[in-house]
């Protein structure tokens, strides 16, 4: 954690170096010590500073300085750093003006120069100055902070796009976070420009693209080498799987996610059936152990970036990407995995992202305190958030077409379900409209089985519906069944189109899709289990049928 800071400023160099030496003696271990002799020069750091969250503890001043007087630069630095302490250095015939500054800026104290022996006419007043600072301080949060409206969509985007990559950050509403309300105003930054993102280097994006935040964050979206063995494209269970087993067996591996690892396994706030983990644990915990190990191993991450296309030339793959570069390898792994579905329902597209949203329960459930949120879906994703959405909401309501759960959803989940008291089940329920100005606010709920609609109060909608393949992107000649799901191995001999495609001499690998060396893994796939196990599982094989076909070519 960063030490608090006590800044010193006075325009004499040799005063100002024999204040330095003094409170580092003193207080240099608690404290860093800033010092300068220019009041402009340490006006104009003071929104740096802010802007990095560095905490200054007291400012110490001298009184008589050329650019202006030591109670107006203590008054200006006081509406950056309200809470600091504030000490006026003074000679004998300025004591009038300190003890008038003690009512117009709130002076904590005021000093006599010299101040010579310091441990007895410096250092005890600091100290209780100090002391008195520390009671009362909390220490701010350190890493990004996020400047926003609660029901904007760039900031929910943001905010998603962290959170799934574990980013630490500190969400600001700009309606109602005084601490916000300040990074807008020192940096006089216009409301209508936000979110605004603060990093710790004290730089800011204004309503950035995620790739403007991911590169600030560190991430690459930048190939590194002329060619891979293998490109994994999408970093879900399956992806995350074949990468670690790519890259502990000697592959050059690369991982293209546009989002976060973890797909949608990766907002689940509980699994609580995957092997090995008695007590269950959290999607993210699950990607963040798999993507460290597959780092370990040497596999290059290439986020957030976007495929656009796949084409095919001298049994080389081109990675077409979405900034223009494209990415050569050997084999690929289409990973790509399903989306939830977009809710049938009027005006709802008005509000996604401003109270409908699709997954990210752990990232909005804080804005839904003490309201009543609505479920739609009834498999193990809608049950887990509900489950973690309890922990906030007044109510969380389950909206399903079906009679009850029993189909859809593991029975671990149906039992945590009913032993939640304020998790209630709506069966045979469609949501019709949605209502809201610039947030959702009501939506109409009907049972289909007596037509009974009712318009009912929500602060926010979780859509989990259905599962469409992601693979609208894919551009090359690959077989997919009438949902879109990609069809691989022996499937293929059914459909007249493979055998135009295909021209080898042996049957496609049960993971090898109608292009050799382009194999499939995890939900994308047609006959897929849905199950994050068995989608670990297909990744991992998926590698051994890439070690098969790079033998023959």
Excluded at 291 to 316: M, N
């Amino acid at each position: 954690m960063k030490k608090p800071i006590v800044f010193t400023l006075d325009d004499d160099p040799q005063v100002l170096r024999a204040v330095v030496r003094d409170l580092r003696n003193e207080f240099g271990k608690d404290f860093r010590i800033m010092s300068t002799t220019s009041a402009k020069e340490a006006l104009a750091s003071l929104t740096d500073l802010k802007n990095k969250n560095e905490a200054i503890a007291l400012f110490l001043c001298d009184q008589r300085m050329p650019e202006m007087l030591g109670v107006d630069f203590l008054q200006q630095a006081k509406e950056v750093y309200p809470e600091a302490k504030r000490i006026l250095l003074t000679a004998y015939s300025d004591t009038e003006a300190a003890i008038k500054a003690i009512n117009e800026v709130q002076l904590d104290y005021y000093l006599m120069k010299p101040w010579d022996p310091p441990h007895e006419r410096l250092y005890p007043a600091l100290t209780d100055q100090l002391d008195e600072w520390q009671s009362s301080h909390v220490p701010d949060f350190q890493g990004i902070r996020i400047v926003g409206y609660q029901f904007s969509p760039r900031s929910h985007q943001i905010k998603d796009f962290l959170s799934g990559n574990l980013i630490p950050y500190q969400w600001l509403d700009y309606e109602s976070s005084i601490a916000g309300q300040d990074l807008v105003a020192i940096n006089h930054i216009e409301p209508k420009d936000l979110p605004a993102v603060f990093f710790e280097d004290g730089s800011f994006l204004l309503n950035p693209e995620i790739q403007q935040v991911g590169e600030k964050t560190g991430m690459n979206s930048k190939a590194s080498k002329t060619m891979y063995d293998v490109t994994i494209i999408g970093a879900g269970p399956s992806g995350l799987a074949a990468a670690v087993y790519g890259g502990s067996e000697g592959l050059s591996t690369a991982v293209i996610e546009k989002r976060a690892p973890g797909g949608q396994a990766g907002t689940s706030s509980r699994i609580e059936n995957y092997l090995g983990f008695p007590n269950g644990l959290s999607g993210s915990d699950l990607s963040r152990r798999a993507f460290s190990q597959a780092t370990r191993f040497g596999v290059e991450f290439l986020s957030p970036q976007e495929v656009v296309s796949i084409s095919v030339q001298d049994h080389y793959k081109i990675v077409q990407l979405a900034d223009g570069s494209t990415l050569n390898t050997k084999s690929v792994i289409i990973t790509t995995g399903v989306d939830y579905r977009t809710l049938e329902a009027i005006d709802v597209e008005r509000f996604t992202g401003a109270g409908v949203y699709y997954g990210a329960a752990t990232t909005e459930a804080h804005a839904c305190r003490n309201s009543d949120v609505y479920v739609v879906g009834g498999g193990n994703s809608a049950g887990q958030a509900a489950m973690y959405l309890a922990n906030f909401a007044n109510r969380v309501l389950i909206v399903i077409r079906r009679k009850d759960l029993t189909a859809t959803m593991s029975k671990y989940l149906i039992d945590q379900i009913a032993a939640t008291k304020n998790i209630h089940i709506l069966p045979e329920t469609e949501i019709r409209q949605v209502y809201g100005d610039d947030r959702l606010a009501a939506i109409d709920v009907e049972n289909i089985a007596t037509g009974i609609k009712e318009k009912v109060n929500a602060a926010a909608l979780f859509i989990f519906i259905g599962a469409r393949p992601v693979t609208d992107w894919i551009t090359l000649d690959i077989i997919k069944d009438e949902k879109g799901f990609i069809e691989t191995g022996r499937e293929l001999l059914k459909y007249e189109s493979f055998k135009k495609s295909w021209k080898l001499n042996r049957e496609p690998y049960l993971l090898e899709t109608c292009s050799p060396g382009i194999f499939v893994a995890g939900d994308v796939r047609a006959g897929a289990m849905n199950r994050v196990a068995s989608a670990v599982g297909e990744g991992a094989m998926a590698i051994k049928f890439v070690h098969q076909y790079l033998a023959e070519n």
